[in-house]
């Protein structure tokens, strides 16, 4: 895996067919607010792409659950293998 820094020291992936562009993201699932950081270190532990994005009035009202609960987004290359490692997660507890 090529990894280009972008600003403040972080990285993304390279894409092939053009290089410096920015990867496609998909909503992989959504969580409560507590269970979102957990599942997304998950994820990156297991090398792969994801990103939290919280719900903004959630954020100010303290509504975390439900429709406005975190959304987790993945790479759109790593979507697959991220469904497969929610699900074996899932599955053990």
């Given at each position: 895996?090529?990894?280009?820094?972008?600003?403040?020291?972080?990285?993304?992936?390279?894409?092939?067919?053009?290089?410096?562009?920015?990867?496609?993201?998909?909503l992989?699932?959504?969580?409560?607010?507590?269970?979102?950081?957990?599942?997304v270190?998950?994820?990156?532990?297991?090398?792969?792409?994801?990103?939290?994005?919280?719900?903004?009035?959630?954020?100010?009202?303290?509504?975390?659950?439900?429709?406005?609960?975190?959304?987790?987004?993945?790479a759109?290359?790593?979507?697959?293998?991220?469904?497969?490692?929610?699900?074996?997660?899932?599955?053990?507890?």
């Amino acid at each position: 895996m090529r990894l280009t820094e972008v600003s403040r020291g972080r990285f993304r992936r390279a894409n092939r067919a053009y290089p410096g562009a920015v990867p496609r993201y998909r909503l992989l699932t959504t969580r409560p607010a507590a269970q979102a950081p957990v599942v997304v270190g998950a994820l990156l532990a297991e090398g792969l792409d994801a990103r939290l994005q919280p719900d903004s009035l959630g954020v100010v009202y303290g509504l975390t659950t439900g429709p406005f609960a975190t959304r987790i987004f993945v790479a759109e290359d790593d979507f697959a293998a991220a469904r497969a490692l929610i699900r074996q997660i899932e599955e053990q507890s």
